[in-house]
């Protein structure tokens, strides 16, 4: 059982940048892969960015690619989320999810989810 907990959102300027912390409580942290999920008023969930449990492979939605870099630290049971050049399309509750399979995580399917954090990026 893992509890994900998301800090870091708020209102912010185009242009702007934020980081995004996931802090994660139980057992088994490191055999968990990672991500980011984000939904918009009216939209899907879509998984913006996920870091396998090594913290080697790493997956980016395109329209985040160069903006945006995942990372985790197994020692703090965290995963964070840089987010740079924020544009008003990033406006999105965000979510940190877990699983321990890559494939079901990014399909959108973890086993883990947080309760969200508001980012919203003024034009």
């Known amino acids: 059982q893992v509890q994900l907990v998301e800090t870091g959102g708020g209102l912010v300027q185009a242009g702007d940048s934020l980081r995004l912390s996931c802090a994660a409580s139980?057992?088994?942290?490191?055999?968990?892969?990672l991500a980011w999920f984000r939904q918009a008023p009216g939209k899907e969930r879509e998984c913006v960015a996920a870091i396998d449990w090594a913290g080697v492979g790493t997956h980016y939605l395109h329209s985040v690619t160069g903006r945006f870099f995942i990372s985790r630290d197994n020692s703090a049971q965290s995963v964070y989320l840089r987010l740079n050049s924020l544009e008003p399309e990033d406006t999105a509750v965000y979510y940190c999810?877990?699983?321990?399979?890559?494939?079901?995580?990014?399909?959108?399917?973890?086993?883990?989810w947080g309760q969200g954090t508001q980012v919203t990026v003024s034009s």
């Open positions: 139980g057992s088994g942290f490191v055999d968990y892969n």
């Open positions: 999810a877990a699983d321990d399979n890559w494939g079901q995580l990014l399909y959108g399917h973890p086993d883990y």
